[in-house]
């Protein structure tokens, strides 16, 4: 899975692969696509490679101009990224004021990264939104080893992911078996707002390493 989130005010791309990248040849190829969709050196600023039993993820920041974003999505609908990558998912920071994105975010160092990606019904939207910036990633943010959460809006793929997307950075999987965890993921508007959504993923990743152009 190739990922190319954004940060604030930029756009991101998503791309997810049957196979793995690990070896030279794989990140290789990576790099060359990398550099075909940006051809810049100063648009792609960083690329971090992540594993997990389901698929691998890359996980890329972009620096972006206002309305660069169509030129990427015609680069990705033309680009033949043959057996190695199958969908692509481009994205846009949501703007909260109270979360802000940044490359800070993105701890090279061990950790694991949580994706979870959800469709809330056009009624339920609101909520939605209120739950996650005025409960769920503060709760979050009080269990240990946490770094930051982020989140974002789909605007376009070549596949029927879920419209929001919200990615936790962990320093172990140990958070998962805290008491602040499991609070912050059973709360009474937890349970309404995830029984109103109509497609969710989640993906538990563990990071890998950098990816250099």
Known sequence: MFTLPAIEPHDGIQVAHPDRIHGEGKTCDIVNILSRLITSPDELALALFYTSAEQDLLL????????????????LKGEDFGKM?????????????KHPTGLEAYAC????????????????????????????????????????????????????????????????RAVFDSPQYKFATTTPWKFKVVDNVVAKERHVYDYDREIKR
């Open 60 to 75: 890329c920041t972009v620096n972006l101009a206002e309305n660069s974003v169509l030129p990427l999505i015609y680069k």
């Open 85 to 97: 990558l199958a969908r692509w998912r481009v994205y846009e920071p949501l703007k909260t004021g």
């Open 109 to 172: 160092g061990p950790h694991i990264l949580v994706c979870n990606a959800m469709t809330p019904t056009a009624e339920r939207k609101e909520d939605f939104n209120r739950w996650y910036d005025e409960e769920h990633i503060a709760l979050l943010s009080e269990a240990p080893s946490w770094i930051r959460s982020m989140r974002y809006q789909l605007i376009e793929s070549n596949d029927e992911g879920p419209s929001y997307l919200a990615m936790h950075f962990w320093g172990n």
